[in-house]
């Protein structure tokens, strides 16, 4: 497989859930995103990981937590979350956290909470 | 502080005419990408172009182009003779360079429907 692959594309769960998101990528990048697309609002960055480290935590609840146990991969672990968390979750490497570097975006885990 | 404003919520257009999409920002910083992004209803934001702060030429990628204006703050997007496949939502955003790599900001996004 090439590029950014996102599992599941699809995820619905209760508020009492515990689920988790995968993101692997293939392009040997060394640092990886999570973000949050809502209804109505701009991409929102949640976190960014170079080289395994997390450099980025942008005020995400705690109900929201990363995990990168190395450079291909990333997983967003969820739990008890809330309805209006519902949203399309996109994950993203690029060769290194700098602004030049272009993103590869994979397609996104769709998330409805109820 | 860094914003990207896409004024346009939603377009609709006839094929073959030409469209533009705008999109301001703001920065304090001197060095800065900006990029575009097309996202089209598979979910992937696949990329378009980058432009860093201190190249102001225009591009010209077959039937997209841009018009980067750093006098405005502006870096618009063109697509002559559109097509069914450009619907799609597009996304302006931006990186500083100065205050650190930030990582990209979008704009709200563009939804642009080409009818046949």
């Known amino acids: 497989e090439t590029g950014v692959t996102q599992t599941p594309r699809h995820l619905v769960m209760g508020m009492t859930n515990k689920k988790s998101l995968k993101c692997e990528q293939h392009l040997g990048h060394n640092a990886m995103y999570w973000y949050k697309q809502s209804a109505k609002k701009p991409l929102e960055l949640m976190f960014v990981?170079?080289?395994?480290?997390?450099?980025e935590n942008n005020s995400v609840p705690s109900r929201f937590s990363p995990e990168c146990p190395n450079s291909s991969h990333l997983f967003l672990h969820l739990h008890t979350l809330q309805p209006e968390d519902s949203a399309l979750y996109l994950c993203a490497s690029s060769p290194g956290h700098s602004g030049a570097n272009v993103l590869t975006f994979g397609a996104g885990s769709r998330l409805t909470v109820l | 502080a860094q914003k990207v404003t896409q004024a346009q919520t939603e377009i609709s257009v006839v094929e073959k005419e030409d469209v533009t999409l705008d999109c301001v920002y703001e920065t304090r910083d001197t060095t800065y990408y900006l990029f575009w992004y097309k996202q089209p209803p598979s979910g992937e934001l696949v990329f378009l172009i980058r432009r860093n702060s201190f190249d102001e030429q225009n591009e010209i990628s077959g039937r997209y182009s841009w018009n980067f204006q750093k006098s405005t703050s502006s870096f618009n997007f063109t697509i002559t003779a559109s097509q069914v496949v450009d619907s799609a939502v597009y996304f302006c955003?931006?990186?500083?360079?100065?205050?650190?790599?930030?990582?990209?900001?979008f704009g709200k996004g563009t939804r642009l429907s080409v009818i046949a």
């Open positions: 990981y170079n080289f395994k480290e997390q450099t």
């Open positions: 955003a931006l990186s500083e360079v100065d205050s650190g790599n930030t990582p990209l900001v």
